[in-house]
T-cell receptor, first 114, second 111 residues
Framework: DAEITQSPRHKITETGRQVTLACHQT?????MFWYRQDLGHGLRLIHY???????NKGEVSDGYSVSRSNTEDLPLTLESAASSQTSVYFC?????????????FGPGTRLTVL | GDSVTQMEGPVTLSEEAFLTINCTYT??????LFWYVQYPGEGLQLLLK?????DKGSNKGFEATYRKETTSFHLEKGSVQVSDSAVYFC??????????FGGGTRVLVKP
């Protein structure tokens, strides 16, 4: 069965370190997204991609970067982790460009920055 | 810009009670509307959706009707079960393929 996976599921790191969160989907979807989930804020979009070599900033992109070298993967990098980036991160993918495409979510990565 | 407002929780109910979670939105154009559910320790999964005015989405006993005149998409279930305890997110998708989420509503159903 097709799926979307994230790794690691839990990560503890220190302020200033570079961290990369992995997202891998086997749906062969063109669209991929990264969100962060914080109490009181729901889910907020960090970065998204509509295909290989395409990346776009979301509403909370500062301090994060992504790259899309193939269809299956969209790794999220925190260049220099900050305590404000402690959060739960979700990756999602979808097939259809337009208003009707359902997004499929991964299980999430809980990141703690000390 | 686009925005979604949903009632704050937590909402605590007894089993077999009626559940309503209010959701209103602001968007340009004609968005599609979604309800996602997040069970403890899991990612979000689509519960139901509606793509145009007056459409009713339904799944697992939950229903929501796309009301353009009131810009609302309220979620309802007639008789909740303990297994419905989760966080529920209302979301919209306008132009492009990005979702805008509400803040989420935690629902706790007690036996």
């Amino acid at each position: 069965d097709a799926e979307i996976t994230q790794s690691p599921r839990h990560k503890i790191t220190e302020t200033g370190r570079q961290v990369t969160l992995a997202c891998h989907q086997t749906w062969n979807h063109n669209n991929m997204f990264w969100y962060r989930q914080d109490l009181g804020h729901g889910l907020r979009l960090i970065h998204y991609s509509y295909g290989v070599q395409d990346t776009n900033k979301g509403e909370v992109s500062d301090g994060y970067s992504v790259s899309r070298s193939n269809t299956e993967d969209l790794p999220l990098t925190l260049e220099s982790a900050a305590s404000s980036q402690t959060s739960v991160y979700f990756c999602a993918s979808s097939e259809v460009r337009g208003t009707n495409g359902e997004q499929f979510f991964g299980p999430g990565t809980r990141l703690t920055v000390l | 810009g686009d925005s979604v407002t949903q009632m704050e929780g937590p909402v605590t109910l007894s089993e077999e009670a009626f559940l309503t979670i209010n959701c209103t939105y602001t968007a340009t154009g004609y968005p599609s509307l979604f309800w996602y559910v997040q069970y403890p320790g899991e990612g979000l999964q689509l519960l139901l959706k509606a793509t145009k005015a007056d459409d009713k989405g339904s799944n697992k006993g939950f229903e929501a009707t796309y009301r353009k005149e009131t810009t609302s998409f309220h979620l309802e279930k007639g008789s909740v079960q303990v297994s419905d305890s989760a966080v529920y997110f209302c979301a919209l998708k306008a132009a492009g393929n990005k979702l805008t989420f509400g803040g989420g509503t935690r629902v706790l159903v007690k036996p």
